[in-house]
Protein backbone atom coordinates (compact mmCIF):
# COMPACT_ATOMS: atom_id res chain seq x y z
CA UNK A 1 0.00 0.00 0.00
CA UNK A 2 1.26 2.94 -0.93
CA UNK A 3 2.16 6.14 1.50
CA UNK A 4 -0.86 7.94 0.05
CA UNK A 5 -3.40 5.82 0.38
CA UNK A 6 -2.72 5.22 4.49
CA UNK A 7 -2.36 8.87 4.81
CA UNK A 8 -6.05 8.63 2.55
CA UNK A 9 -7.24 5.96 5.34
CA UNK A 10 -6.20 7.64 8.52
CA UNK A 11 -7.80 11.21 7.24
CA UNK A 12 -11.11 9.06 6.07
CA UNK A 13 -11.03 7.69 9.60
CA UNK A 14 -10.33 10.79 11.66
CA UNK A 15 -13.00 12.83 9.48
CA UNK A 16 -16.00 10.31 10.67
CA UNK A 17 -15.48 11.33 14.05
CA UNK A 18 -14.44 15.37 13.34
CA UNK A 19 -16.86 18.12 13.12
CA UNK A 20 -16.76 21.65 12.79
CA UNK A 21 -19.30 24.27 13.51
CA UNK A 22 -19.68 27.97 13.67
CA UNK A 23 -18.89 28.17 17.44
CA UNK A 24 -16.21 25.54 16.95
CA UNK A 25 -14.45 25.73 13.67
CA UNK A 26 -12.32 22.63 12.37
CA UNK A 27 -8.88 23.87 11.83
CA UNK A 28 -7.48 21.17 9.15
CA UNK A 29 -3.72 21.12 7.89
CA UNK A 30 -2.35 20.26 4.55
CA UNK A 31 1.10 19.67 4.40
CA UNK A 32 3.20 19.00 0.66
CA UNK A 33 6.89 18.65 1.00
CA UNK A 34 7.26 22.82 -0.07
CA UNK A 35 4.31 24.46 1.90
CA UNK A 36 1.67 24.00 4.70
CA UNK A 37 -1.45 24.97 5.06
CA UNK A 38 -4.21 25.65 7.69
CA UNK A 39 -7.69 26.57 7.59
CA UNK A 40 -10.62 26.64 9.74
CA UNK A 41 -13.72 25.58 8.32
CA UNK A 42 -17.42 25.20 9.43
CA UNK A 43 -18.60 21.67 8.39
CA UNK A 44 -22.53 22.59 9.19
CA UNK A 45 -23.22 24.68 6.33
CA UNK A 46 -23.85 22.73 2.98
CA UNK A 47 -21.62 22.72 1.02
CA UNK A 48 -18.61 23.48 4.06
CA UNK A 49 -17.97 26.82 4.62
CA UNK A 50 -13.65 28.22 4.81
CA UNK A 51 -13.49 30.75 7.16
CA UNK A 52 -10.21 32.17 6.74
CA UNK A 53 -6.79 29.86 5.89
CA UNK A 54 -3.42 31.04 6.09
CA UNK A 55 0.27 29.10 4.59
CA UNK A 56 3.36 29.63 3.94
CA UNK A 57 2.59 31.08 0.71
CA UNK A 58 0.32 33.99 2.18
CA UNK A 59 1.05 37.23 2.19
CA UNK A 60 1.00 37.24 6.44
CA UNK A 61 3.58 34.52 6.15
CA UNK A 62 6.09 36.64 3.85
CA UNK A 63 5.47 39.51 6.00
CA UNK A 64 6.62 37.51 8.83
CA UNK A 65 9.78 36.01 7.55
CA UNK A 66 12.93 38.00 6.72
CA UNK A 67 15.60 34.80 7.16
CA UNK A 68 15.78 32.88 3.55
CA UNK A 69 15.74 29.38 5.51
CA UNK A 70 12.38 29.60 7.13
CA UNK A 71 9.64 28.06 4.98
CA UNK A 72 7.05 26.11 4.53
CA UNK A 73 8.66 23.23 4.21
CA UNK A 74 10.55 23.28 7.56
CA UNK A 75 9.15 23.14 11.37
CA UNK A 76 10.17 27.11 12.01
CA UNK A 77 7.75 27.63 8.96
CA UNK A 78 4.72 25.37 10.67
CA UNK A 79 5.20 27.71 13.74
CA UNK A 80 4.74 30.67 12.37
CA UNK A 81 1.47 29.05 9.69
CA UNK A 82 0.07 28.53 13.76
CA UNK A 83 0.83 31.60 15.08
CA UNK A 84 -0.97 33.10 12.29
CA UNK A 85 -4.24 31.13 12.39
CA UNK A 86 -4.78 31.62 15.88
CA UNK A 87 -4.37 35.44 15.31
CA UNK A 88 -6.88 35.39 12.78
CA UNK A 89 -9.08 33.12 14.50
CA UNK A 90 -8.85 35.84 17.38
CA UNK A 91 -9.50 38.28 15.37
CA UNK A 92 -12.75 36.45 14.07
CA UNK A 93 -14.00 36.09 17.63
CA UNK A 94 -12.91 32.11 17.82
CA UNK A 95 -11.22 31.11 20.52
CA UNK A 96 -12.12 26.92 20.37
CA UNK A 97 -11.17 24.83 17.52
CA UNK A 98 -11.58 20.96 16.89
CA UNK A 99 -7.96 19.67 15.09
CA UNK A 100 -8.08 18.17 11.90
CA UNK A 101 -4.42 16.35 11.42
CA UNK A 102 -5.47 15.54 7.75
CA UNK A 103 -4.42 11.87 8.08
CA UNK A 104 -0.61 13.48 9.15
CA UNK A 105 1.05 11.52 11.75
CA UNK A 106 1.46 14.27 14.58
CA UNK A 107 5.10 14.91 14.36
CA UNK A 108 7.33 17.11 13.16
CA UNK A 109 5.19 20.13 11.16
CA UNK A 110 1.91 19.26 11.70
CA UNK A 111 2.67 19.46 15.96
CA UNK A 112 4.13 22.18 15.58
CA UNK A 113 1.80 23.86 14.21
CA UNK A 114 -0.49 22.66 16.39
CA UNK A 115 1.76 23.80 19.64
CA UNK A 116 2.42 27.01 17.94
CA UNK A 117 -1.71 27.75 17.71
CA UNK A 118 -2.25 26.59 21.46
CA UNK A 119 0.57 29.56 22.40
CA UNK A 120 -1.35 31.59 20.17
CA UNK A 121 -4.75 31.41 22.51
CA UNK A 122 -6.91 28.79 20.70
CA UNK A 123 -8.17 26.33 22.36
CA UNK A 124 -8.35 22.11 20.98
Known sequence: ?????????????????????????????????????????????????VITTVSSLSPEFKKNVSDKNIHGGNIKGAEIVGALIAEKAKELGIEKVVFDRGGYKYTGRVKALAESARKGGLKF
Open 1 to 49: MKVKDKRKRRHLRVRKKVRGTSERPRLCVFRSNKHIYASLIDDTCIPNK
